[in-house]
């Protein structure tokens, strides 16, 4: 089995690179998913963030993201905080992941901090779709309706595309089309389980 990381930076296409995996039949282990599961639904999660950060985060007993959100992106501390208390349990909910579906060829763990958070230790190879920073604030402006300024902070609150691309394995572009990448995305995979 090959355990692959997926990473990317906000708006550059992981989300959208994950899905062709998806699509492809492989499966996908998707840290973010997992995060908002435990956001939604662990309550020892809920009660410890509550508690570390504040009431106003709950509502209708789940954590608000968007609240909590605003919270870490200007806080790094606050971030750093966050992190503690929701990657150690995502760390082994992937690897209990991991240990039932062995028998797979390849495995895709799509983590957006793979790098920061060290779950490329997790892994054999790594992917980073990249793309250059004025289209990174492009897309969030129009994705997100974030102004220039709240996009550079999102994007300036994880490593630097430039710096994941020099620690992957593999860096696919997503400067062009969607159908580009997945061609990009088609020929790794082939590499990888040996057609």
């Not at 992106?73 to 209990?96: A, C, G, T």
Request: hydrophobic share 35%; charged share 25%.
């Amino acid at each position: 089995m090959i355990v692959l990381g997926l990473t990317g930076g906000i708006a550059s296409g992981k989300s959208t690179a994950s899905q062709w995996f998806v699509s492809q039949g492989i499966r996908v282990l998707d840290a973010d998913k997992m995060n908002h599961h435990l956001l939604n639904f662990n309550q020892e999660v809920i009660d410890q963030i509550s508690k570390s950060f504040s009431k106003d985060v709950i509502k209708n007993g789940k954590i608000d993201r968007e609240t909590l959100g605003k919270m870490v992106f200007n806080d790094p501390n606050k971030r750093k905080q966050l992190e503690q208390i929701v990657h150690p349990i995502i760390k082994s909910m992937i690897k209990e992941e991991l240990s039932r579906h062995q028998n797979e060829p390849l495995i895709v763990l799509d983590v957006p901090l793979l790098f920061e958070t060290d779950f490329d230790q997790l892994c054999h190879q790594t992917l980073v779709i990249y793309v250059d920073e004025k289209t990174q604030i492009s897309r969030l402006m129009t994705r997100n309706h974030f102004s220039k300024e709240e996009s550079l902070k999102r994007i300036s609150a994880q490593m630097s595309l430039t710096e994941k691309a020099k620690k992957a394995t593999y860096v696919i572009s997503n400067e062009g089309t969607k159908e580009e990448m997945y061609e990009q995305l088609k020929q790794l995979y082939e590499q990888l389980i040996g057609v």
